[in-house]
């Protein structure tokens, strides 16, 4: 499973931003770099919120890791 995870990841790397740049060359960068800052964070936000909770369990986790940070 690993290993096709790697593999779309790098086919996605290589294909996706030659399309990309085509498609923006003709818009400000600036409005290009705050649109994907913008969509990053929202899918975040989503990662964050799904159903199985994986999101809330991660963050659960860090809040458990910091409270034995600080008790040392």
Known sequence: MAGQLVTVF???????????????????RKKVMLSALFLFIIGNLVALWTPNGVGVSIL????????????F
């Open 10 to 28: 790098a086919l996605a790397y290589a294909i996706g931003p030659p399309i990309l740049v085509t498609l923006t060359a003709r818009i400000n």
């Open 60 to 71: 659960w986790k860090h809040q458990k890791l910091q409270q034995e940070k600080d008790s």
